[in-house]
């Protein structure tokens, strides 16, 4: 769905850092022009990100990146979604050092390229 599609986006931003803590994201009217989508779809994606601790929602400011706000919540989150997708790569033989060097060139790209490789 186009509103994950817009989700992702910004947690890919962030992960590359080219949005940061603070950061005020566009309102929801001018991204959905800008992008050519109904606003219910922006305003969906940034409920999303509000859930997932991403996101405050400010009256006056919109949608600001908030990634500080609850690590805790977010690892335990991290931890759900890996246990299942380490789960799934053990059903097809992939080893523990197989993972850490997946987890290892993830974040190698984002430290060194702005471009997102997987597209």
Request: aromatic share 4%; charged share 30%.
């Amino acid at each position: 769905p186009i509103y994950l599609q817009i989700r992702n986006e910004v947690i890919k931003g962030i992960a590359k850092g080219e949005i940061v803590e603070g950061d005020e994201l566009p309102s929801v009217r001018a991204l959905a022009e800008e992008i050519g989508v109904n606003m219910h779809t922006v305003n969906k994606a940034y409920a999303v990100l509000r859930k997932e601790g991403i996101v405050s929602i400010d009256r006056r400011k919109g949608a600001v990146i908030c990634i500080d706000s609850n690590k805790l919540l977010a690892l335990e989150e991290m931890r759900r979604n890996l246990y299942i997708i380490l789960a799934k790569g053990r059903c097809h033989n992939i080893s523990r050092q197989e993972a850490h060097q997946l987890l290892d060139e993830i974040y190698d790209m984002w430290e060194q390229s702005p471009e997102d490789p997987l597209e």
